[in-house]
């Protein structure tokens, strides 16, 4: 619990530095988000990226990104939303197919996204993560006490912010595949974050005397090697997933590695010093009730 001198004033510059950065940077959207087409080709041989990028520049296409992923052979390609609804989008297809002979370039995945359906996307993306967090509020303010609803969410808060923070500095697609990305990590963040809780709720009913730092403290420690294994051997799985799952998926499983470790962080040095902050007592009450109770005692330090 000492450490919380050093893990608040962490948190609050990693959240807050997410923050200016994800408006003065910004994200970088996918074409789920913007709208527009992704072509992804495989060539006959070494991928001549140069030379594609040049046959499409003379298709007048606006904004085109050509990118080399995975082998040699294979071509990334996303070409701007393009005026005229998605009828234009499709014609965009078909012009690129008509660029390239079929006997030199394989197309295997094309993916065209209109605005409205964008747009659409985007607002029903926010909603699921603002949906999912009030949800988790009030299950554990059912749950618990207020402390450790509150706790459980400033801590799952914190997670998404970081991560949100690392796609803004890699500059990493976010679509909806990193929609799904922070969803997972708020779950997986909240499930380590209620495992230390309830063995802090159980501990606070049997050692009635005992410090409140002194209680967290035993707490975490019983939940450690629970927290730990868990985590890496869910971390196996990703470095395996992202070592040999492909470019398609290298982002999300690099968001996921990285929410898996700062959710486990948090669950062990975030979520149970807010209980001190927020000055749940040695009995697992606050103040309030203990004075409506009758019953009389110092609050920890914080």
């Known amino acids: 619990m000492w450490l919380r001198k050093i893990s608040f004033p962490l948190a609050i510059v990693l959240g807050l530095g997410s923050i200016a950065l994800f408006f003065m940077v910004g994200l970088n959207y996918g074409i789920d988000f913007k709208g527009g087409t992704v072509i992804e080709m495989k060539t006959q041989g070494p991928a001549d990226v140069a030379g594609i990028r040049s046959a499409l520049s003379d298709l007048n296409l606006g904004d085109v990104q050509v990118q080399q992923f995975g082998g040699e052979d294979e071509v990334l390609v996303r070409i701007e939303e393009q005026p005229g609804g998605e009828l234009a989008q499709?014609?965009?297809?078909a012009k690129v197919r008509d660029a390239?002979?079929?006997?030199?370039?394989?197309?295997?995945?094309?993916?065209?996204v209109g605005p409205r359906v964008s747009e659409e996307l985007a607002r029903a993306g926010i909603l699921g993560v603002a949906v999912s967090l009030i949800a988790i509020l009030f299950y554990i303010w059912f749950r618990f006490e207020w402390q450790f609803a509150i706790g459980a969410i400033l801590t799952t808060f914190n997670d998404v912010l970081v991560t949100?923070?690392?796609?803004?500095?890699?500059?990493?697609d976010f679509s909806l595949s990193s929609i799904a990305a922070v969803l997972t990590i708020i779950g997986y963040s909240l499930n380590d974050t209620v495992v230390v809780y309830d063995r802090i709720r159980e501990n606070l009913r049997r050692y009635k005397k005992m410090p409140?730092?002194?209680?967290?403290?035993?707490s975490i420690n019983e939940t450690l090697s629970r927290t730990t294994m868990t985590s890496l051997t869910t971390l196996?799985?990703?470095?395996?997933?992202?070592?040999?799952?492909?470019?398609?998926?290298?982002s999300f499983t690099l968001a996921m590695i990285f929410g898996i470790a700062i959710g486990t962080y948090s669950s062990i040095f975030l979520a149970a010093p807010f209980l001190i902050l927020f000055n749940l007592r040695s009995d697992g009450k606050s103040d309030g009730e203990n004075a409506e109770s009758g019953e009389t005692g110092t609050a920890p330090a914080a």
């Open 236 to 250: 196996l799985a990703l470095f395996a997933l992202y070592a040999f799952g492909g470019e398609v998926i290298r």
């Open 212 to 218: 409140l730092t002194d209680l967290l403290d035993q």
């Open 164 to 172: 949100i923070g690392l796609f803004v500095i890699l500059r990493l």
């Open 100 to 112: 390239f002979a079929e006997d030199q370039v394989d197309f295997r995945r094309v993916e065209v």
């Open 90 to 93: 499709q014609a965009v297809v």
